[in-house]
């Protein structure tokens, strides 16, 4: 198992950037998947950006974000990011990072989580 912890949220204008970090402790060595999710009130918890263990870490994005948005690992550091740029008043949520060794897609389905670092975003 793992233990995630994000950090890095914050207020942002539009037109900003943040940089959301999650660090990774625990069995580290396994092949996870690692992924980014955000969550509204009253909403459901939508995937944002997922990376794999394999193929050269190929990732994917939500189109929302996609082209706005990056996500990256630092295996040194055991630590996952999602770097946004060019932020909306609509990625405004709470950020989770999640992990889990099978691969979930966009779906919620992972078994570790954090416990999200809030994003907002002022028009």
């Known amino acids: 198992q793992v233990q995630l912890v994000e950090s890095g949220g914050g207020s942002v204008q539009a037109g900003g950037s943040l940089t959301l970090s999650c660090e990774i402790s625990?069995?580290?060595?396994?092949?996870?998947?690692l992924a980014w999710f955000r969550q509204t009130p009253g909403n459901e918890r939508e995937g944002v950006a997922l990376?794999?263990?394999?193929?050269?870490?190929?990732?994917w994005y939500a189109a929302s974000v996609r082209g706005r948005f990056t996500i990256s690992k630092d295996n040194a550091k055991n630590t996952l990011y999602l770097s946004m740029n060019d932020l909306k008043p609509d990625d405004s949520a709470m950020y989770y990072c999640?992990?889990?060794?099978?691969?979930?897609?966009?779906?919620?389905?992972?078994?570790?989580w954090g416990q999200g670092t809030q994003v907002t975003v002022s028009s």
């Open positions: 999640a992990a889990d060794l099978q691969n979930y897609g966009m779906a919620p389905g992972y078994d570790y």
């Open positions: 625990g069995d580290t060595g396994r092949d996870w998947y």
């Open positions: 990376m794999s263990p394999f193929s050269s870490y190929t990732r």
